[in-house]
């Protein structure tokens, strides 16, 4: 489904992402890992359409992303979430809902809507202010219900899971593997917990310093030494 070619990103003299070769099956949790400033958001960013690679090519079901703008690399199939949750101000959850959709469908199919609220417990909250009335929880969700409400193919999920405590990790954790079967997504997620990577993903790819170090089933990858030297920088592994 996703299949980056030899992808660089450069800012002037910085490689954020360096040559990286990777695919994701349209069945697939795949992890992106790696310490903080190893490319992770950057090469996200690089799939949905926010920054421009220097080389490389990007194709989505077998079509130049490249050559696609952002609104229809959403509407292809290709849903996000920010790694700060970012609902829109002086909206409801519904309505932030309503705009996610009608920007990544190009309609608004209220059914929908109520389908992906009851799957992420916001049902409760829906007619709530998202910015000012939701806990940290509940604005991952969102973020999640945002993406979800678009029909993603593939869901690119950034540190979902960051800041929750153990037990809103889990069920979060629940959540996410329910909603890959349920909606029948693929999943590429970036996280730095071992545990959860573990738990969750069928493959994991490494980044460190923009470089695609491994890539491998979680077992695999986390034996190899030359990946645990690259998480000693990591922030919560
Ligand atoms: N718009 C930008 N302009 C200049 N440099 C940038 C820009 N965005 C990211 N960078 C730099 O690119 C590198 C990769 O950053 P990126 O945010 O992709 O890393 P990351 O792996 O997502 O890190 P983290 O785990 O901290 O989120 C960093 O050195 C960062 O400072």
């Given at each position: 489904m996703l299949r980056l070619e030899d992808l660089s990103v450069r800012f002037g003299g910085l490689t954020?992402?360096?040559t990286v070769s990777l695919s994701v099956g349209s069945h697939e949790v795949v992890g992106l890992v790696g310490p903080n400033g190893a490319g992770k958001t950057t090469l996200f960013n690089a799939v949905s359409g926010l920054v421009k690679p220097s080389s490389g090519r990007i194709l989505f079901d077998s079509v130049?992303?490249?050559?696609?703008?952002l609104h229809r690399r959403a509407r292809m199939g290709i849903g996000r979430t920010f790694q700060v949750p970012q609902p829109m101000h002086e909206l409801t959850v519904r309505e932030n809902l309503i705009v996610a959709q009608r920007f990544g469908t190009g309609a608004v199919d209220a059914r929908k809507i109520d389908e992906v609220l009851d799957f992420t417990n916001l049902t409760d909250k829906?007619?709530?202010?998202?910015a000012t009335e939701l806990a940290l929880t509940e604005l991952k969700a969102l973020e999640v219900a945002k993406a979800l409400a678009t029909n993603p193919k593939l869901l690119m999920l950034d540190?979902?899971?960051?800041?929750?405590e153990t037990n809103g990790k889990r069920r979060f954790m629940g959540m996410l593997k329910e909603l890959h079967e349920k909606f029948a997504v693929g999943i590429l997620i970036i996280e730095h917990d071992i545990e959860t990577i573990s738990n969750l993903c069928h493959r994991v790819a490494v980044l460190n310093f923009g470089e695609l170090i491994a890539d491998g089933t979680p077992d695999e990858v986390f034996r190899d030494p030359e990946v645990m030297k690259s998480y000693t920088g990591a922030s919560d592994a």
């Open positions: 954020a992402v360096n130049d992303m490249l050559r696609t703008p829906a007619e709530r202010h998202a540190e979902v899971l960051a800041g929750l």
